[in-house]
């Protein structure tokens, strides 16, 4: 037999308990983080989809492209920051959301149909026209005419592009 005694093995079985006891099933917990994610997920999607918050990307990935080209205070960018004014105020007026205005401005980067600064001067025209704005359209109309096909801003755009 062993040189343990009985009465030692008995005294330590009853002295070691488990420190915390489980109180119920894990699955309360579990339901409770799939619902925080649903949650978080939806209120991000309801911040995504509003037009503020396009405009602003749109925004950030052309003033990006611009200081790569140094060229900020250019004429262009102050008429793409006319346009994109213009289809806020409408988006807002209208209660149009982020998907309407990801459809709106689409004609901007149309690859196939952009191929010089004249171009997407036609596509800032249609895009004013179809949110019911005509003095824009008619001042884009003036300078699609009097654009330069070779400036380095709109070669770096067209590049942003893939054109």
Request: proline share 3%; hydrophobic share 45%.
């Amino acid at each position: 037999m062993s040189d343990v005694p009985v009465s030692v093995t008995h005294a330590a079985a009853e002295v070691i308990q488990p420190v915390a006891e489980s109180s119920g099933s894990i699955w309360g917990y579990v339901a409770g983080g799939v619902a925080l994610l649903i949650l978080a997920g939806y209120f991000g999607y309801k911040k995504i989809n509003k037009p503020a918050f396009i405009i602003n990307q749109v925004r950030k990935r052309n003033l990006k492209e611009v200081k790569k080209l140094g060229m900020e205070n250019s004429e262009f960018v102050v008429d793409l920051d006319k346009m994109l004014d213009s289809v806020l105020a409408y988006a807002n007026e209208n209660g149009k959301t982020g998907g309407d205005v990801v459809k709106i401005i689409s004609p901007l980067n149309d690859t196939a149909r952009i191929k010089s600064a004249r171009d997407m001067y036609q596509s800032m025209i249609y895009i004013a026209t179809s949110i019911n704005d005509t003095s824009l359209a008619r001042e884009f109309k003036n300078k699609a005419k009097q654009v330069k096909a070779s400036s380095p801003l709109m070669a770096g755009l067209f590049k942003r592009a893939g054109i």
